[in-house]
Structure formats: structure tokens, C-alpha cells
């Protein structure tokens, strides 16, 4: 079975600050990992997926095999990066996303 | 484009009370979705359809049907609705099965139903 796991609820941080959001996934296979963002009253929609490799708004993420993990990073955090934050696998063979249960980011001034 | 739109945008039922959620996107996609979001629980894949007139069960069916008589819509119903089924209910849809560039769903704006 596959499963995403975000051990935070909620993250509080100062603008300013370094962001580290944790991800970490059990897959048997060769998972594809994504992270969602929903900003509040939004829809979510796509941050950034790990095969891009790509950055997004200061955010990245690296997709680490020997942790199973993929943390999404920021060095410098800015008050319009509050919002829920998902990170999700797409696994080999598998018809959906599945999701973590989510992460709220609060960026303080 | 319009995207993933999805009606209504709230609604508060009584229990035992029946209702219909109505899902469309305009992108062609064969692949929608779905799924409800509750605090600490994320989002939990409710059923999903890989095409015209398929259905399959996701990881929490019970209490819901669905149908998919057309391709760009994608309904959700609640035959008799219990105040567990509260939630943010979201559609999404995805292009295909095929490489990983087919793999990004995107998403309605959520429908927000009250059971009482």
C-alpha cells in the first residue's frame, strides 16, 4: 500500500525565516511526487512535481529514495506563502493522486 | 477555458435528505475525480472515472454513488445524506494514462456541504 505522511498540522514561521515542510511517502515501486498548494478560499493546484525538478515561487523540493522523503523548502519566507500545502504521490500502475493530510504554512510579519 | 467547475458551491442538507454534485471540465480529459477534504485527514479519494461510462471505488465510497454518462461530466450523489458526509467535497481531472507529464490533476473550486 502506498502512503503519504506530513508530520506537521501546522507550521508557524516570520517572514524572513527558512521553511522546511516534510513529506515522506512509503511506495514499493518508483513513486512520481507532487506538492499542492491551496491558498485560502482557492482551489488547489499544482506547486511543483519532483521529475521537473524545477523551482517554484523559492520553492523546491528533492526527492530523496534512501529517506522515502520529499521536503519542500523556501529559503526566505514571505507572508503571501500562507496556505495548506499537500504533498502527494503518483504511484506506478495506480489511477490517483494520493494525498498527505496537509500542512498549513503561516507566514507571521 | 473554464477548467474543472463544479455546482453547486454550497449547500446544507438534513439527514436522510438526498442530493446530486455536479462536476464538468472542458479540457477533454479522460480521467476525473472525486474526492472530500476534512481537517487533519486531508484529501481522501472518494470514487473516480478513467472514462466515459466507467466508475471505480476509491478509498471511501460508502455513502456515495457516481456516474459518468458523458465525458466531461462527472456526478457525485448522496442517496441519503448523514451528517459524517460534511465536508469540502472536490472534483479533478487528469489528461490520460500515459508518460508523467499526464499525471497533474487539476481541480474544481470545492462544494461545501452541511448535513444536519
Known amino acids: 500500500a502506498q502512503r503519504v505522511t506530513q508530520p506537521e498540522k501546522l507550521l508557524s514561521v516570520f517572514k524572513g525565516a527558512p521553511v522546511e515542510l516534510k513529506c515522506n511517502y512509503s511506495?514499493?515501486?518508483?513513486?512520481?511526487l507532487f506538492w499542492y498548494v491551496q491558498y485560502s478560499r482557492q482551489r488547489l493546484q499544482l506547486l511543483l512535481r519532483?521529475?521537473s525538478r524545477e523551482s517554484i515561487k523559492g520553492f523546491t523540493a528533492d526527492l530523496n529514495k534512501g529517506e522515502t522523503s520529499f521536503h519542500l523548502k523556501k529559503p526566505f519566507a514571505q507572508e503571501e506563502d500562507s496556505a495548506m500545502y499537500y504533498c502527494?504521490?503518483?504511484?506506478?500502475?495506480?489511477?490517483?493522486?494520493?494525498f498527505g493530510s496537509g500542512t498549513r504554512l503561516q507566514v507571521q510579519p | 477555458n473554464a477548467g474543472v467547475t463544479q455546482t453547486p458551491k454550497f449547500r446544507v442538507l438534513k439527514t436522510g435528505q438526498s442530493m446530486t454534485l455536479l462536476c464538468a471540465q472542458d479540457?477533454?480529459?479522460?480521467?476525473m475525480y472525486w474526492y472530500r477534504q476534512d481537517p487533519g485527514m486531508g484529501l481522501r479519494l472518494i470514487h473516480y472515472?478513467?472514462?466515459?461510462?466507467?466508475?471505480a471505488k476509491g478509498e471511501v465510497p460508502d455513502g456515495y454513488n457516481v456516474s459518468r454518462l458523458k465525458k466531461q461530466n462527472f456526478l457525485l450523489g448522496l442517496e441519503s445524506a448523514a451528517p459524517s458526509q460534511t465536508s469540502v467535497y472536490f472534483c479533478?481531472?487528469?489528461?490520460?494514462?500515459?508518460?508523467?507529464?499526464?499525471?497533474?490533476?487539476?481541480f474544481g473550486p470545492g462544494t461545501r456541504l452541511t448535513v444536519l
Open positions: 479533478a481531472s487528469r489528461r490520460s494514462a500515459g508518460g508523467p507529464e499526464h499525471n497533474e490533476q487539476f
Open positions: 511506495y514499493s515501486g518508483s513513486p512520481e
Open positions: 519532483h521529475i
Open positions: 502527494a504521490l503518483w504511484g506506478t500502475g495506480r489511477r490517483a493522486l494520493t
Open positions: 479540457m477533454n480529459h479522460e480521467y
Open positions: 472515472s478513467v472514462g466515459e461510462g466507467t466508475t
